[in-house]
């Protein structure tokens, strides 16, 4: 032991030294490192990751956004599909409406006619018993008195306007 | 001749490269052995090397009234702490900004190594080994590397005895050093194996009684390479003190011996070899005992 020259004292202090070593590269050294390495893979890492994210949400977007055109064009069709059932309807409606406004305006003319005609019937009527009975008069002149031939007037008007009728 | 302007300097570099070696050979061990005393082995050539083990002390400190020695291989060991440390806190300063020059290359150093610490023992223990595996591994190869420099082992002083020591010596040529080393990769180790996984099932590795108590014959052999592994452990700390002493110390030896046979030149491609063996031997002994602290974290399996 001599000879190979161990000392405790030395062997000791080489202890001491190593262990001093030690402490301080890993205070100054190792921890600064490894935090700097640690980092470094971290910030990486996150930034695949993000572009991972990116990458996904760009495929969820184009999705979407077909999703929404469909969906878009799905209801303008459905739209057009109201609207033209909707014009159909109130150009229907217009028709329809026409249609009644014409027949009304018939019926009013119609009515208007009649009651024009029956005016003016009446009035020839009346016309007519006048030189009906004026003609009757200078006819049967002194046969007749006024009241017979009122009623034979009558008679024949009654037949007028059955035969009218 | 202009023509021959470069190759002319070249030619002169080696000539004088050529006369240097010459001179050197005279002058060395291996021509004094052929032409005996000369005014050049006088001058330059060096006094015959002599071995001897245990470090010179170069001082002493009284603590508590015992005398701490301050040999000249703690003397050494200050001084690789004090690069390691001054070339850690230049690396780290400005941990933040984008790794340039020295913090880039000594960044990159760790980071080979923490890849291997994790290559070997997985994610979680390579973190828990690498600042000790590390530290052994920049110590001993910063020790080595140091030793390397020129100047390194030729300041002497005198002494407290009165005879002439040298200043610094390559502390792995001291046993203690390497027996430091291995003593705390030791504890670490065991430490390691006692933390993960308990220290009952960590002490049934060694003690391994379970199949002889139930009754089988067997169960010797288990008991049997228990104790082995045991045995093992400690011969570890043995092994790994004499490797890197033996190297360290056969790399000195080896450059002595060459620098007393040829003083100039010849040594070079040796200080090549031993800045490889300062390397080799850290990553060694650091690499065997992260295997040694991966096989102490592993969890034997029961029933095979």
């Known amino acids: 032991m001599e000879k190979l ?12 030294n190593f262990t001093i070593l030690l402490i301080l590269l890993y205070l100054f050294a190792y921890k600064p490192l490894l935090r700097t390495l640690d ?29 929404q055109l469909d969906a878009a064009r799905q209801e303008g069709q459905a739209m057009i599909a109201q609207a033209s059932q909707v014009g ?50 200078k006819v049967i002149k002194e046969s007749l008195d006024k009241k017979v031939h009122e009623r034979l007037i009558q008679e024949v008007l009654e037949q007028s306007s059955l035969k009218k009728k | 001749m202009p023509k021959l302007g470069c190759s002319t300097k070249a030619l002169v570099i080696l000539l004088l490269l050529v006369a240097l070696l010459v001179l050197s050979f005279i002058g060395g061990a291996i021509g004094k052995n052929f032409f005996g005393e000369t005014p050049i082995s006088r001058v330059i050539g060096p ?66 190594l923490l890849g291997f610490v994790e290559g070997v023992a997985g994610h979680e223990n390579g ?58 990769s030791f504890v670490f180790v065991e430490y390691w194996g006692i ?15 379970k199949q002889l108590l139930k009754g089988k014959v067997m169960g010797l052999v288990d008991v049997f390479v228990g104790l082995l592994e045991l045995l093992s452990e400690f011969i570890r700390m043995v092994s790994f003190t004499f490797r890197l002493f033996g190297n360290m110390t056969a790399g000195e030896i080896l450059l002595m011996v060459v620098m007393f046979l040829v003083p100039w030149g010849i040594a070079l491609p040796f ?14 002994f650091a690499g065997l005992t992260l295997v040694f602290g991966t096989m102490a974290v592993a969890v034997h399996e029961e029933g095979h």
């Open chain 1, 5 to 16: 020259g161990i000392n405790i004292p030395v062997l000791l202090a080489q202890l001491v």
């Open chain 1, 39 to 67: 980092n470094r893979s971290a910030r990486i890492k996150e930034s695949m990751d993000m572009a991972q994210k990116i990458k996904e949400q760009a495929a969820r977007t184009e999705v979407e956004v077909k999703a």
């Open chain 1, 88 to 137: 159909e309807r109130v150009k229907e409606e217009a028709k329809q409406g026409a249609r009644q406004e014409a027949q009304a305006v018939m019926v009013r003319a119609k009515a208007e006619m009649d009651r024009e005609r029956e005016k003016v019937v009446d009035e020839l009527r009346k016309e007519f018993a006048d030189i009906a009975i004026l003609a009757a008069g």
């Open chain 2, 195 to 209: 933390s993960s996984i308990g220290l009952r099932r960590y002490l049934g590795k060694f003690f391994n009684f």
């Open chain 2, 127 to 184: 973190r828990r080994f690498f600042p000790v595996l590390a530290t052994i591994f920049l110590f001993v190869m910063v020790n080595a590397w140091l030793a390397l420099f020129p100047g390194f082992g030729s300041i002497e002083i005198h002494g407290p005895e009165g005879k002439g020591v040298h200043l610094l010596r390559s502390a792995g040529t001291d046993i203690n050093t390497p027996l430091a080393l291995a003593i705390v």
């Open chain 2, 47 to 112: 006094e015959k090397p002599e071995v001897h083990l245990p470090a010179d002390i170069v001082f002493t400190v009284p603590v508590f009234g015992f005398a701490l020695p301050v040999t000249n291989t703690i003397l050494a060991t200050w001084l690789s702490m004090l690069v390691i440390i001054v070339v850690a806190l230049i690396a780290t300063r400005r941990m933040a900004l984008a790794p340039g020059g020295l913090q880039n290359s000594f960044e990159w150093g760790l980071e080979k």
């Open chain 2, 271 to 284: 200080y090549g070899l031993e800045l490889l063996v300062g390397f080799v031997q850290a990553l060694i």
